[in-house]
């Protein structure tokens, strides 16, 4: 009896450290997520094409196009 007492008394709080690391790991990696989300979007929305821009050269004489 006394080793399934001493059980017991370890398995609820070892379930109670365990369940609460879950959720820890549960909540960042949900941010995690919303962080990749939110960086591909951002990289879409600044998807411009730079082919447009045009550089000129100090004296104007030359421009180079990218």
Known sequence: MKGS???LK???PLEIIL???LTLMEGVKS???KFRRNDIALK???NIDL???RLKSPD???D???
């Open 5 to 7: 007492n001493l059980l």
């Open 10 to 12: 370890i398995k609820y």
């Open 19 to 21: 369940t609460s690391i």
């Open 31 to 33: 941010r995690i997520d």
């Open 44 to 46: 879409k929305a600044l």
């Open 51 to 53: 082919s447009c821009l």
């Open 60 to 62: 104007l004489k030359n």
């Open 64 to 66: 180079f196009s990218y």
